[in-house]
């Protein structure tokens, strides 16, 4: 018990000698006023069955009866485990460049011999050589400077502040620099017209990119190609990338090796990057092709060496192309390119 409760307790039982105890005999006569205590008994307490319910307003809502009645939610739909593969091949060459980015990086190559030190060429070559003599022909044609892609800029002249690209020139144009490479690099003297003798520059259109031939992987090199197969176990008469259900226990990234085995043979040298899906797609249930609803996830492949082989393959696959982004969005639905262009690169 605390020290609050206690003193409690000893109040209440002065208060209550004090109105019950014999008064004192003594010289002085004392009175004793009685204190009343609050009665314990409740004057307004009613018995509960005394009290008659309240009349109020009826409980008939005619607004409800209006309603529709409440049907029952439809079943939902069920979705199989699958897993997909984009297989890409990545770009072979870099891209075109455009006219602000030709003399842009012109430019950063004259600003950069025009801030460096001189070359050392006593460093690299012997008095009295034909090293050295060759050397100092090549920089001569060259104004001084030791870059051969700068233009006949004279870094060190007077002329040093004048290191941008004139509009209309032609300088910063990548075949006329890979022209003056070629001649300083063979000799002027061997280069008759465009033939230079030993030395052959493959263009970036291929013989695939004349022909139209989206089979082969000799096309579009400066951008990324990714396969798609037609077809399917169902049926469908859709262009898409390969795909398959998951069995048991299977993981993602092993799941999408034997997928693309069973869909595009074993004639191709790939790797499945990572073991973490890229995306995610749904295929929603279809009576027409009684086909069950799906829920596919993507993994990341690359092809490095081989190519696509349909004989007796397990998924009913019946024609393949190698396609860019642009050409991807033209093949498959709306709504499917909508789900995969998250996955895919911008070239």
Same mark, same amino acid.
């Given at each position: ?50 009290? +008659? ?55 950063? +190559? ?17 008095? #009295? ?7 100092? +022909? ?10 051969? #892609? ?37 000799? =002027? ?65 092993? =799941? ?38 799906? +829920? ?12 696509? #082989? ?8 019946? #024609? ?28």
């Amino acid at each position: 018990m605390t020290a609050s409760s206690r003193g409690c307790g000893r109040a209440a039982a002065r208060l209550l000698n004090s109105s019950t105890a014999r008064p004192r005999t003594s010289t002085t006569t004392r009175t004793h006023t009685p204190i009343l205590l609050p009665s314990t008994t409740r004057s307004y307490a009613i018995a509960a069955t005394s009290f +008659k319910p309240l009349s109020g307003p009826s409980s008939h809502k005619p607004h409800l009866d209006n309603l529709p009645p409440v049907s029952p939610s439809p079943a939902s739909k069920t979705y199989t485990l699958a897993t997909g593969i984009v297989l890409s091949r990545p770009p072979l060459l870099t891209p075109e460049q455009s006219l602000f980015e030709k003399s842009f990086f012109l430019y950063q +190559k004259r600003l950069n011999e025009r801030l460096a030190l001189p070359f050392t060429q006593y460093f690299y070559f012997k008095k #009295d050589t034909p090293a050295i003599a060759a050397w100092k +022909k090549h920089v001569k044609e060259r104004n001084g400077v030791a870059g051969r #892609d700068v233009g006949g800029y004279e870094a060190y002249g007077e002329e040093g502040w004048n290191d941008e690209v004139l509009v209309g020139s032609e300088v910063q144009e990548l075949e006329r620099v890979r022209e003056g490479l070629v001649k300083e690099a063979v000799g =002027a003297e061997e280069v008759v017209g465009e033939e230079v003798q030993g030395i052959e520059v493959y263009p970036r259109e291929t013989e695939a990119d004349r022909k139209g031939d989206m089979r082969s992987l000799e096309r579009r090199l400066a951008e990324t190609l990714y396969l798609v197969v037609k077809g399917g176990r169902e049926g469908e008469n859709a262009w898409g990338f390969p795909r398959g259900e998951l069995g048991g226990r299977e993981m993602l990234h092993t =799941a999408a090796e034997r997928i693309l085995h069973q869909t595009a043979g074993k004639n191709m040298n790939t790797w499945i990057v990572g073991h973490v899906p890229i995306g995610f797609s749904t295929i929603e249930p279809s009576a027409k092709f009684s086909r069950k609803g799906e +829920k596919v996830f993507f993994m990341k492949g690359r092809i490095m060496a081989g190519q696509v #082989d349909l004989k007796g393959n397990e998924m009913g696959v019946t #024609d393949w192309k190698w396609v860019t982004r642009g050409e991807l969005q033209g093949l498959v639905t709306p709504r499917y390119f909508s789900q995969v262009r998250g996955m895919l690169a911008d070239r």
